[in-house]
């Protein structure tokens, strides 16, 4: 519990994480949601479709920002000096999961709330289960957050968090459009995670849940990345 307040701590302390992802989705989405609250994107109402895609934009950048602290404690040598300790190695990758979800949290609950304001009407139970496909929508990112914190250099850190972000935000429809709503290319952006995490909004409001392929390209991408990252940190161990 202990290592797990820790990790939460020097995450909130961190100016850049409330501005990235707390301040900067929810500027986004009042400065172009609102003069749209009566239009449409996607089929769904443009506050709702934009306040869901500000909401995984905020979300991914929580999930996947651990890993530039990651980065920074292996170049400060704290990593090294962690691992000379009894804690155990497991331990530390739970609290960094569990951190990074836990601080996705505001950045949903902030836009769900900005979204209301606009005119966003939804039942307690789609609220609820929109909350929680984006939940289970970032376990890829957490993924993808390690794999960054035990490869890249300390001064590519930050570029390659928000890097990464942005272009899957790009291919998921976060910005308001979408680079393609058929043919092959739309074949390959249903296969990206980011896709179906804009798309809760609009399956909330149905009520028709998540189709199988969304979560199979979910289930496939973390199945697929958790190697990598286990390798990463196998790799920052052994130069220890």
């Known amino acids: 519990m202990t290592h797990f307040r820790y990790e ?12 990235i992802t707390l301040g ?9 949601a609102s003069g749209q609250r009566d239009g449409t994107f996607d089929g769904t109402a443009f ?19 651990p890993g530039a602290r990651i980065v920074r404690d292996r170049s400060s040598g704290w990593l090294r000096q962690l691992r000379t300790t009894p804690l155990r190695a497991w331990t530390d990758v739970t609290a960094k999961v569990a951190s990074a979800y836990l601080l996705a949290v505001p ?11 606009l005119g966003v009407r939804l039942g307690a139970t789609r609220w609820l289960e929109m ?17 960054l914190g035990y490869l890249v250099r300390s001064d590519a850190a930050v570029p390659a968090v928000g890097g ?22 739309f074949q390959v952006i249903k296969d990206v995670p980011s896709y179906w995490l804009v798309q809760a909004g609009k399956t909330a409001l149905s009520g ?33």
């Open 107 to 117: 950045a949903l609950v902030l836009l769900f709330l900005a979204g209301a304001t």
């Open 208 to 240: 028709s849940g998540w189709p199988a392929q969304a979560w199979i390209v979910i289930a496939v991408w973390t199945a697929l990345l958790i190697p990598v990252a286990a390798a990463a940190f196998r790799r920052s161990a052994a130069r220890v």
């Open 47 to 65: 506050p709702l479709y934009f306040m869901t895609a500000m909401a995984a934009y905020g979300a991914m950048y929580a999930t996947v920002g």
């Open 8 to 19: 939460i701590l020097r995450t909130l302390r961190n100016p850049a994480f409330s501005g």
């Open 24 to 32: 900067l989705p929810l500027v986004l989405f009042y400065a172009v």
């Open 131 to 147: 909350a929680g496909l984006l939940l289970i929508g970032l376990a890829p990112f957490v993924v993808m957050g390690f794999i």
């Open 164 to 185: 990464l972000v942005v272009l899957f935000a790009l291919f998921g429809g976060v910005f308001g459009f979408q680079l393609a709503s058929s043919g092959p290319l």
